[in-house]
Structures are given as C-alpha cells and as structure tokens.
C-alpha cells in the first residue's frame, strides 16, 4: 500500500491518495480543493484507477474539490450517513460563513454506517462513527493507518463550536480509538502525521 499527502486550500487540508499496490486500485481522501497539481497527481495513477472519494466530513475545506475530481474519475463519493446532509447546506458545511460564497456539494453516492466495510483494490477498510467535531465524523481505518479527518490530530484534537459539534462526543470517539489494540499510523486533516501510540501517551484530549 501507499500513501500520498498533498496539501490544498486556504486552510491547509491534508488530501491522501491511497493505493492498494497489488491491484493499482485507488481512493481520494478529503479533497477539499482542486488545481493543477492535485489533478496531474490523479493523472499519474491514472483516472481510472479511482474507486472511492472518501470524505472524513462534511466541511468545506475537506470536499470542496469533489465536484471536479468525481468528474474527472468517475469515483464514487462516500460519506457518513448523519453527514451527508451537510453537503448540501451551505451554514454546516461552512462555506458560507468561512468563504462568504454559499456552496453545495453532489450528493454522496454511498452513505456509510458505523463499522461498516468496504474495499480498495484488495484492502479492506473499516468505518468508524467518531462524532464530535460533527455530527457525522469518521474515520476510515486499515491495516495500520487511520485517516482520522478533523477528528484526532497530533498534540490536538477537532473544534466543537461549529454546528454539530459536541465536546462529550469528541472525547468519546477519542476514547474509542485510544481503545483499539495495536498500534496506528494516524493521518490527519490538518498538520503532521502522528501515531496512535504516540497521542495515547501525550494528547491531552485523549
């Protein structure tokens, strides 16, 4: 497997490309802008190759490229189910306040449950409901790594003050990743990767 950072957008989101080296398939996580590079990326794994759109949340600093990759591969838009509302309103998913320019985004082509999986290629991904930042927070877990969105950062943890954050069900959901067994690379909306060890120890909100 491997993974590719690119980060875009005002606020400096982190989008991942994921591929699952024996079959070349691919999933786009968080694109939450779209330019030059991020395409010509695309392009070198090749347009056909994408299988998934995967996005953590519904904000629009982490979807707000989906219109143009989902037009250039054909993938498949995936999102938790008590968040896909959000993409279609322009106050929860933020555009307007932050952008001054109301925005609506496609609506998902799958919307995920709670432990609900699915595959890349030949790797299996879990989904895990971590609610808190939003209603519909997620992440997307396999073997080893852990795309956490806005959920778990290194030395943080997800803003509660938006619409449908909650505080209580932050620390839950971080409470539910500090309880996996084994230890996780953690990849992050925003800023450096972390490990799941490394945050048990020394995040505070964990």
């Known amino acids: 497997m491997s993974v590719k950072r690119i980060t875009v957008g005002e606020l400096g989101t982190n989008c991942y490309i994921y591929c699952d080296d024996a079959t070349g398939r691919c999933a786009i996580i968080d694109p939450g802008d779209f330019d030059d590079y991020l395409q010509s990326v695309i392009e070198k794994y090749g347009t056909d190759k994408f299988d998934y759109i995967l996005l953590t949340h519904c904000h629009f600093d982490h979807v707000a490229g989906v219109s ?3 037009e250039l591969t054909g993938a498949k838009i995936g999102i938790f189910l008590t968040d896909a509302p959000g993409l279609r309103d322009m106050f929860v998913n933020l555009s307007a306040p932050f952008t001054g ?4 985004y496609p609506k998902p082509d799958v919307e995920f449950a709670d432990r609900e999986k699915f595959k890349v290629g030949e790797t299996e991904f879990t989904v895990m409901h971590t609610p808190g930042h939003t209603v519909g927070s997620c992440c997307f877990i396999t073997d080893g790594i852990i795309f956490s969105g806005d959920t778990l950062f290194h030395m943080s943890a997800g803003r509660t003050d938006f619409p449908g954050g909650s505080m209580t069900e932050l620390r839950n959901s971080l409470r539910r990743l500090a309880e996996l067994e084994g230890n996780y690379k953690v990849y992050p ?18």
């Not at 320019?101 to 609506?104: D, H, L, Q, S």
């Open 189 to 206: 909306g925003h800023e450096d990767t972390t490990s799941l060890s490394y945050e048990r120890l020394y995040n505070m909100y964990m």
């Open 101 to 104: 320019r109301g925005e609506v």
């Open 68 to 70: 143009s990759v989902k």
